[in-house]
């Protein structure tokens, strides 16, 4: 039982104690010797105890043969769910949908062209208003400075004025002192 079909190790010594040396030789040959059958039977017993090969091959190939079978047919079915879902869809959902989006799209495309023309609007009367505004901006600004010139002006020409008064007051005031001056010194010779 050490893996090969026969052992004659085992088998032969009941066989040769029993017989002569040439009945041994012609006992493997011959089938009607008991050592033979024994060698037989013991053969059988190994092949069916240990040597599940064929058995093993006829179970993996009952197991293949049911598992492409069962296979190909849920991948048969899974392809042809597959193929009328696609044609389904084509035939039906995708029109449907085009149609919806066309509709819904023309409307969209409407509302925001709506919305562009009222945009565009505003932002011409705001820039509007910012010019009208800058220019108002400008035109007082300019006023502002004409008006300052002019107030600058008219305080220099004011200014000359009060100085030319000043220098009049203090000549006056001069001439006025030095005749008090004069009659003081007039008094003050008595």
């Known amino acids: 039982m050490s893996g090969g079909g026969t052992e004659p190790t085992g088998c032969e010594a009941p066989s040769g104690a029993g017989g002569g040396g040439g009945r041994k030789r012609d006992s ?3 089938t009607s010797s008991p050592a033979h059958l024994i060698i037989k039977d013991l053969g059988e017993i190994h092949s069916r105890l240990l040597d599940h090969r064929p058995v093993i091959q006829g179970e993996t190939r009952y197991f293949v043969k049911e598992f492409e079978e069962k296979r190909g047919l849920r991948e048969m079915r899974a392809l042809e769910n597959l193929k009328n879902m ?14 919806t989006m066309e509709d819904s799209l023309s409307h969209v495309l409407q509302r925001l062209q709506a919305a562009t023309a009222s945009v565009c609007r505003l932002q011409q009367r705001e820039q509007e208003r ?9 035109a007082s600004e300019k006023q502002h400075i004409m008006q300052w010139e002019d107030f600058m002006k008219e305080q220099h ?3 000359a004025d009060v100085d030319e008064e000043h220098r009049k007051a203090m000549e006056k005031l001069k001439e006025q002192y030095a005749e008090m001056e004069k009659d003081l010194a007039k008094f003050s010779t008595f």
């Open 28 to 30: 493997l040959g011959t």
């Open 86 to 99: 696609i044609h389904e869809t084509n035939e039906h959902t995708l029109p449907t949908c085009t149609e």
């Open 130 to 138: 910012k010019k009208v505004h800058n220019d108002h901006l400008i």
């Open 157 to 159: 020409s004011k200014q």
